[in-house]
Nanobody
């Protein structure tokens, strides 16, 4: 059994910062790429950023400069630092990871999501 649990969402004002965290736990052998997605209300889920097992980040162009993804491989954790938040950043943010479990079965796992609301 593998699970991802996000934390750190909440209500912030435009221009403020927020950091999301996600930790994977369970029967984990290896955690490969980890990523953050978001889903605004009534819209499709979209990729925000991803980070390889070796720590190389990739960002969607519109997120570059304001968002920073990082990981702590020893803790099977990934974080997303968000700065200068805008109204349009309001969404449920989901953690995603490709994980090889102890049965040597590999698949994508998703967290349940954490809500970020940007409002004045």
């Amino acid at each position: 059994q593998v699970q991802l649990v996000e934390s750190g969402g909440g209500l912030v004002q435009p221009g403020e910062s927020l950091t999301l965290s996600c930790a994977a736990s369970g029967n984990i052998f290896t955690v490969y790429d980890m990523a953050w997605y978001r889903q605004p209300s009534g819209k499709q889920r979209e990729l925000v950023a991803s980070i390889s097992r070796g720590g190389r980040p990739k960002y969607v162009d519109s997120m570059k400069g304001r968002f920073t993804i990082s990981r702590d491989s020893a803790k099977n954790a990934v974080s997303l630092q968000m700065r200068s938040l805008k109204y349009e950043d309001t969404a449920v943010y989901f953690c995603n990871a490709r994980i090889l479990d102890t049965a040597y079965f590999s698949r994508d796992y998703w967290g349940k999501g954490t809500l970020v609301t940007v409002a004045s």
